[in-house]
């Protein structure tokens, strides 16, 4: 059964830097392009970034264009997101996702 | 990459069908056929429902069934359950990005 297990969230200050991960299990993690996408407390779904499968192209929705980086590393099956210059509004979980498998997802909460 | 366009609620009666509709424009429901509907029941992860504006995966009832024609996108629901309840989101492909709809509370009376 395939496995995506997101972690690195946690409570962060306003104009700080976070990473998150997400582990890749029982999927073949480097055929496939994978998504990050969040959700803000009560609110809808987000998408956030793509990256091609073997990291040649990577987009960003226009919300975290040049404040995110999606990145992965195949060897090690593992998705990342790097988030620098964090605002309140970037509070919300944060899911991967790939090929309609998602993660549980991980909560970041920007506040002072 | 302006969100879709969904009705805030349906709701239905256990057994009628219900049709949740997602429109966007030509630059994504209308242009590609990469039209994909989501389940959220509360505090879980998106479920897959249908994919590429029609198909299901494994394991999706066959209650679940999706169309497309011009820039709208819809989901129908047949013979509804109380298991159905939730929010339901549709998500296209637009130009090098992802976006989804607003989301649908679907309600079973």
């Known amino acids: 059964q395939v496995h995506l297990v997101e972690s690195g969230g946690g409570v962060v200050q306003p104009g700080r830097s976070l990473r998150l991960s997400c582990a890749a299990s029982?999927?073949?993690?480097?055929?496939?392009?994978m998504h990050w996408v969040r959700q803000a407390p009560g609110k809808g779904l987000e998408w956030v970034s793509v990256?091609?499968?073997?990291?040649?192209?990577?987009y960003y929705a226009d919300s975290v264009k040049g404040r995110f980086t999606i990145s992965r590393d195949n060897a090690k099956n593992t998705l990342y997101l790097q988030m620098n210059s964090l605002r309140a509004e970037d509070t919300a979980v944060y899911y991967c996702?790939?090929?309609?498998?998602w993660g549980q997802g991980t909560l970041v909460t920007v506040s002072s | 990459q302006s969100a879709l366009t969904q009705p805030a609620s349906v709701s239905g009666s256990p057994g009628q069908s219900i049709t949740i509709s997602c429109t966007g424009t030509s630059s994504d429901v209308g242009g590609y056929n990469f039209v994909s509907w989501y389940q959220q029941h509360p505090g879980k992860a998106p479920k897959l429902m249908i994919y590429?504006?029609?198909n299901r995966p494994s394991g999706v009832s066959i209650r679940f069934s999706g169309t497309k024609s011009g820039n709208t996108a819809s989901l129908t629901i047949s013979g509804l359950q109380a298991e159905d309840e939730a929010d339901y989101y549709c998500s296209s492909y637009t130009s090098n990005a992802g976006v989804f709809g607003t989301g649908t509370r679907v309600t079973v009376l």
């Open positions: 590429e504006v029609s």
């Open positions: 029982e999927f073949s993690f480097s055929s496939y392009g």
């Open positions: 996702a790939a090929s309609g498998y």
């Open positions: 990256i091609w499968y073997d990291g040649s192209y990577k």
